[in-house]
């Protein structure tokens, strides 16, 4: 859409061409520091990347709209939500972090 290169975003970000093209085809997966950093260079806000996401839930499908992404996005930005995630991605045991979540949404309310 820009007109860039692969080798133009790589030299932006500091990496090869080639681990573009991995980004793209989705042989490596991109990180959220690494996403912030390409939505900066392109001038995007992370949220661009997310147009008409579906998540799915329980084998359902529900749509996440612009409005929810910007307020993850916002929130994933502040030192609470920063300090948050890193905590959270250091659990190793996935069923001790499905427990923490559904803490959390008992907390707010939010039943599944």
């Not at 990180?31 to 579906?54: H, T």
């Not at 084998?59 to 910007?70: C, N």
């Not at 991605?89 to 939010?110: A, Y």
């Amino acid at each position: 859409m820009l007109g860039l290169s692969q080798a133009e975003l790589g030299n932006a970000l500091g990496v090869s061409f080639q681990q573009i093209q991995k980004y793209e085809k989705g042989a490596y997966r991109v990180s959220a520091s690494r996403l912030e950093q390409i939505a900066s260079f392109l001038g995007v806000p992370i949220s661009f990347f997310f147009n008409d996401l579906s998540i799915s839930a329980k084998g359902s499908k529900r749509r996440v709209d612009g409005e929810s992404i910007e307020a993850i996005t916002k929130f994933a930005t502040t030192s609470d939500g920063l300090s948050l995630a890193k905590a959270f991605m250091q659990i190793q045991d996935p069923k001790l972090r499905r427990c923490i979540v559904r803490l959390v949404e008992g907390i707010v309310g939010h039943d599944e």
